[in-house]
């Protein structure tokens, strides 16, 4: 893989967030929500990012595009260091990459008219120069999106969810962005709206070449949409590869638990199926377990796994997993 | 099918219709609702927000807050019982007893200021009149049952110690502390993660088998009716529209709705590019289209399905569809 290729390059992002406490509320210790995880994503594609809540899979997300100051780390957006970045000149990499939220209930403003919380942004930016202008893109967008534009000016508690979601993509859409971040942006809908907004992503992702890091825990809507995927736990990453490395020849004894728990959708599967029912819950991120984190919860946990936390290991050409125990998941 | 024909129905629901009368207009959240739920079964109900399955469910204790809810007609009949025409004091033997309910959120169902133990003892100490000593050791049998690692520990912490897996084992716990009749769980292991739902799925299917309860599974996830029914109804805007033993629901769907809902679903073994859809939104209660509710968003709707909506239909033994084209069966006209 040539440097150039590298659309997205995350090195080393680290993530803590301070507990206080005490009397004058110093610092008595750090949840370390993203610890040290690196992985690039090239253009056009579509990088799923997988875990159970708490994983840091969002604050990831959202580190990324420096919602949140990192703690550490470089975050490589076509070479450019985008943490280093001035706030004037970061300003200019904000419309190159968006992020649509989970909730669509809780992310738009519920006093703006629907024609500016899309249009905002763009008379910000300087996208377009003058209202009318900013009228004509609002409606494209929202044609583009499923709406119908005839309903640019009513106000979100006026759409479903589905819509109000459509509403959020458009708004993401409308800088001409490069890069986004969907953080479960289909987790909230319901099941028929799911796919709809799927379509939508997917259908967006290919007519404009975009690129997503598709955060979520639903397994089966990151396979139908990722290229490669990226598993996480406990703040680190386990597990990476393409889709096919992790669907089929996943090697990481959590990324087996994960597609393992997963419920299948044939109701003849489950007499015969042999499930892995991971034990225990997910350890705090604020007191990880030593050595290895996943060797609390892991069937194959040793007393390596106990000391020493493991190396990645780049097995394969873009599979990488993070595990003392490679290969005897194989056996 | 046969074995099942021969048990006979813990639960008749007959025509239950439960309505609100709310500011904007009446909604008919449970409008007409007519099943079964034999001994020993699971019966899944699946929709999406709004469709009326939890009202559906929670009528069944008369949990419904009335006003603004009201049951509007229908007969309830469990263990012998119309649910709806008992008094309140007949109620409360049942409920948490014979009836017992499990939640979607654990932390809001259970009482932040009381300890697990004392919570458990509650419904051992009013429906079983069990002395406090007795009630406790129940209690820790009951952590025990559900596979909570230290019981002796636990019934001495409160609910915020625990973990949401935990929680949720709690009050399957407490559910089940009277042995029940009926288990009624709404969308259980919706707000736990993927592994920890598998544990409690795995738990609430080896318990059945220990203590021979019928369960009303409510989910909006197919995938989970899939793992967990034996029989699955699937609800759209207050109306039963399918009803079928689990394999068929998946093999051979006949509601429009039904059939659009299993192949909009990625499955983990979808290979092609695109995901079928629905087209249209959950339509509102307090609005419906005239006729069959779904009418905008089928494909195979005519004139007949805007005017009217058709019963549901035994179409094969056991199989019952609401729809005038079954399986989108070619029809004249439009």
């Known amino acids: 893989m040539t440097e150039t290729n590298k659309f997205i390059d995350v090195r080393h992002l680290k993530q803590y967030f301070p507990i206080k406490g005490g009397v004058f509320q110093s610092t008595v210790g750090y949840v370390k929500a993203v610890d040290d995880i690196s992985f690039t994503i090239n253009k056009g594609e579509v990088m799923g990012l997988v875990g159970e809540s708490g994983c840091g899979k969002s604050t990831t997300g959202r580190t990324m595009l420096k919602l949140i100051n990192p703690t550490e780390g470089e975050m490589l957006y076509e070479g450019v260091d985008i943490f280093k970045l001035s706030n004037a000149e970061l300003k200019k990499y904000r419309t190159k990459m968006q992020i649509v939220f989970q909730d669509p209930y809780s992310s738009l403003n519920p006093r703006l008219p629907i024609y500016d919380i899309i249009g905002e942004a763009m008379l910000e930016h300087g996208i377009v120069s003058n209202r009318e202008e900013m009228m004509q893109k609002v409606f494209e967008l929202m044609d583009k999106c499923g709406l119908f534009p005839e309903q640019a000016g009513r106000y979100p508690h006026q759409f479903s969810g589905g819509q109000r979601q459509r509403i959020c993509i458009a708004r993401a859409l409308a800088l001409n962005p490069e890069f986004i971040v969907c953080d479960e942006a289909v987790s909230a809908l319901d099941v028929s709206i799911q796919s709809q907004i799927i379509n939508l992503l997917k259908d967006l992702q290919e007519s404009m070449g975009l690129t997503y890091l598709f955060i979520s825990h639903d397994l089966s809507v990151v396979k139908f949409i990722s290229d490669s995927v990226a598993v996480m736990y406990l703040g680190e990453i386990v597990e990476m590869g393409t889709k096919e490395q992790i669907f089929n020849h996943y090697l990481h004894p959590y990324t087996e638990a994960l597609l393992s728990a997963a419920p299948s959708f044939d109701p003849r599967k489950r007499q015969n199926s042999k499930r892995i029912i991971l034990q225990g819950d997910l350890p705090s991120p604020s007191n990880p377990p030593t050595g290895c984190r996943f060797h609390t919860r892991c069937p194959l946990a040793n007393e390596k796994c106990k000391k020493e936390s493991p190396k990645p290991i780049e097995v394969e050409p873009g599979h990488m997993v993070k595990c003392h125990c490679i290969g005897v998941l194989s056996e | ?334």
């Open chain 2, 1 to 334: 099918m046969s074995e099942m024909m021969e048990k006979k129905p813990l639960l008749e629901v007959k025509n239950l219709k439960t309505y609100f009368h709310s500011a904007g207009g009446l909604v008919k959240a449970v409008d007409d609702v007519s099943f079964d739920v034999y001994e020993g079964e699971t019966l899944g109900i699946v929709g999406e927000s709004g469709c009326g399955k939890s009202i559906t469910c929670m009528s069944l204790a008369r949990l419904v807050e009335c006003p603004p809810g009201k049951y509007e007609g229908g007969e309830i009949l469990f263990d012998g019982q119309d649910m709806l025409k008992i008094s309140d004091a007949e109620l409360r033997k049942i409920r948490g007893n014979k009836i017992s309910y499990i939640f979607q959120e654990p932390m809001t169902s259970l009482n932040p200021v009381f300890k697990i133990g004392k919570q458990i003892e509650e419904v051992l100490r009013v429906h079983r009149n069990m002395s406090k000593e007795e009630a406790k050791k129940e209690a820790i049998h009951a952590l025990d049952l559900v596979r909570i690692p230290n019981p002796e520990r636990i019934v001495n912490e409160y609910p915020f110690a625990l973990s949401g897996g935990m929680r949720q084992r709690v009050m399957i716990a407490m559910a089940l502390a009277c042995s029940p009749k009926l288990l009624v769980a709404d969308e259980p292991t919706t707000a736990l993660d993927v592994t920890i739902q598998a544990q409690v799925l795995d738990l609430m299917n080896d318990l059945k088998k220990e203590i021979d309860t019928s369960i009303l599974f409510i989910t909006h996830d197919l995938s989970v009716i899939a793992e967990m029914a034996d029989r699955v109804m699937v609800m759209y805007a207050g109306k039963v529209v399918e009803l079928a033993d689990v394999n068929t629901i998946f093999e051979k769907p006949l509601h429009p709705y039904t059939i659009g809902l299993i192949s909009s679903r990625p499955d983990m073994s979808t290979t092609s590019d695109r995901l079928n859809v629905i087209p249209g939104n959950v339509p509102d209660l307090s609005d419906l289209p005239t006729g069959c509710a779904f009418n905008p968003r089928c494909p195979y709707a005519s004139d007949k399905c805007r005017e009217g909506i058709s019963e549901l239909v035994e179409v094969e033994p056991n199989h019952f569809v609401r729809c005038y084209y079954p399986g989108g069966e070619k029809h004249d006209g439009n």
